[in-house]
């Protein structure tokens, strides 16, 4: 089946400090990959995304790289903010252009110190 | 562009009573979601629409759980009768496949 592991939180790291977030995953097909952020009380966000091995998704100084060789997505930044505080959700979409669904990820929460 | 709409945002039922969420999706958004969120883990599908139609519907507990999306647009979930076990937050999506555009969420509360 299809599914999405995270590394266990939560994480806690101090301003400007470089961060991972571990993501690997399972999938019969050739999914999309995806991180959503979650913050305080706000909903789901999407914070980047990669269709296709090799592909690098970014945004506002995230990273993640879609690693088909070892199934794995990790997440990282340079130098965290105190902003970037929030929970982290991997995901994956099972099919390309197919059905729409994703499998989440059980979500590593960050905290960042000033 | 506004985004998806949900409500209510809090819900505290006692358990074997019934609840009703509503989502409006963005505007033009054939796709809704319905996702259930238990607290510490990733959400999970519930129900998918195309249009008016059930494209997917098989995490959904039928015993209990309904959704329907009568004109296409605007969603309704609901819960009857309710268990502990349904506490959550209900998240409703459109569009997902390309990533984004999930609602704020409906926060229930069974005790």
């Known amino acids: 089946g299809n599914s999405v592991t995270q590394m266990e939180g939560p994480v806690t790291l101090s301003e400007e400090a470089f961060l991972t977030i571990n993501c690997t995953y399972t999938?019969?097909?050739?999914?999309?990959l995806f991180w959503y952020v979650q913050y305080p009380g706000e909903g789901l966000q999407l914070l980047l995304k990669a269709t296709k091995a090799d592909d690098k998704g970014s945004n506002k100084g995230f990273e993640a790289t879609y690693r088909k060789e070892t199934t794995s997505f990790h997440l990282e930044k340079g130098s965290v903010q105190v902003s970037d505080s929030a929970v982290y959700f991997c995901a994956l979409n099972p099919t390309q252009g197919g059905s729409e669904k994703l499998v989440f990820g059980k979500g590593t929460k960050l905290t960042v110190n000033p | 562009e506004a985004g998806v709409a949900q409500s209510p945002r809090y819900k505290i039922i006692e358990k074997r009573q019934s609840v009703a969420f509503w989502c409006n999706p963005i505007?033009?958004?054939?796709?809704l979601y319905w996702y259930q969120q238990i607290l510490g883990q990733g959400p999970k599908l519930l129900i998918q629409?195309?249009?008016?139609?059930?494209?997917?519907d098989s995490q959904l507990p039928k015993d209990r759980f309904s959704a329907e999306r009568l004109k296409g647009v605007d969603s309704t979930l609901k819960i009857q009768p309710a268990k502990l076990e349904d506490s959550a937050v209900y998240l409703c999506?459109?569009?997902?496949?390309?990533?984004?555009?999930f609602g704020p969420g409906t926060r229930l509360t069974v005790t």
């Open positions: 629409f195309q249009n008016n139609g059930v494209v997917d």
């Open positions: 999506a459109s569009s997902v496949a390309t990533g984004g555009y």
């Open positions: 505007s033009g958004h054939a796709t």
């Open positions: 999938a019969t097909g050739y999914p999309s």
